[in-house]
């Protein structure tokens, strides 16, 4: 699971609704998509028996990222910890601020830069797309009206995603290595393979297609600017100090 919090890294993203606010579960990049949040109910449910309201969802969020993508074969990093939780969420900044899988090169750059991310830093998180998967309601019309796509691909896409209903089939965003943390990405990319509109925008003949171009061949330098960007991710707007609260259960507020 990402850590969509349009927030911040704070924790917003697992509250669930209440009377007066909607939460971002159910924005429109999260519905039947963002999922695991029983993984970070069951690890914050044994610290709270171990250290109670020591360590925030916010923190937990963090370090189950990158020990996700360690265990999936990919590089470790440092997590700076001390972030608290947010005590509200919001839908309409999750619906406006996440980048959407049908943007443009530079509406994803602008996208990042509004949270303090480099383009470099974009490219980089995009590798994070080796892992996981899309529904076919997301990447319908790419298959079928777009251009910049390995016709092989398109067919068998087609198969599993007809022009109309099966909105949430799933095919996965890294079909060349999908359970496991590589380059493989931007190797897709570079040969037309790109499953998401978004994703094929990195190598369409813009101003990242050398760096895409790179990642693809280099992994160590792909880890490498993976680890930075998810430690300035991490950085996004956290709360510390006396602001916001240590939840004792990561779904809701004290």
């Known amino acids: 699971m990402t850590a969509l919090s349009m927030q911040g890294c704070d924790g917003s993203v697992l509250l669930d609704d209440t009377s007066s606010f909607t939460g971002e579960k159910t924005a429109g990049p999260n519905n039947n998509s963002l999922r695991g949040f029983e993984?970070?109910?069951?690890?914050?449910?044994?610290?709270?028996?171990?250290?109670?309201?020591?360590?925030?969802?916010?923190?937990?969020?963090?370090?189950?990222?990158?020990?996700?993508?360690v265990a999936l074969g990919g590089p470790s990093w440092t997590v700076q910890l001390g972030r608290r939780d947010a005590r509200t969420a919001s839908l309409s900044s999750a619906n406006s601020d996440i980048p959407s899988p049908l943007s443009d090169l530079s509406t994803l750059i602008s996208d990042f830069s509004k949270k303090g991310l480099?383009?470099?830093?974009?490219?980089?998180?995009?590798?994070?797309?080796?892992?996981?998967?899309?529904?076919?309601?997301?990447?319908?019309?790419?298959?079928?009206?777009?251009?910049?796509?390995?016709?092989?691909?398109?067919?068998?896409?087609?198969?599993?995603?007809?022009?109309?209903?099966?909105?949430?089939?799933?095919?996965?965003?890294?079909?060349?290595?999908?359970?496991?943390?590589?380059?493989?990405?931007?190797?897709?990319?570079?040969?037309?393979?790109?499953?998401?509109?978004?994703?094929?925008?990195?190598?369409?003949?813009?101003?990242v297609d050398s760096l895409t171009n790179t990642y693809s061949t280099n992994i160590g330098q792909f880890y490498s600017d993976f680890r930075s960007a998810m430690v300035s991710m991490g950085n996004i707007s956290p709360l510390t100090g006396t602001n916001g609260e240590i939840r004792t259960n990561c779904r809701k507020t004290n």
Do not use: W
Request: charged content about 20%; some cysteine.
């Open 118 to 207: 480099s383009t470099t830093d974009m490219v980089a998180l995009s590798g994070a797309h080796t892992i996981g998967q899309a529904r076919c309601l997301l990447f319908r019309t790419r298959i079928y009206n777009e251009s910049n796509i390995d016709t092989s691909l398109a067919t068998s896409l087609q198969s599993k995603c007809p022009s109309s209903g099966g909105d949430n089939n799933l095919s996965p965003l890294d079909a060349a290595s999908p359970t496991f943390f590589d380059n493989a990405y931007y190797r897709n990319l570079v040969n037309k393979k790109g499953l998401l509109h978004s994703d094929q925008q990195l190598y369409n003949g813009g101003s």
């Open 39 to 69: 993984v970070i109910d069951t690890i914050k449910s044994r610290l709270e028996t171990m250290c109670k309201q020591v360590v925030s969802c916010a923190d937990i969020m963090a370090v189950a990222a990158r020990d996700s993508v």
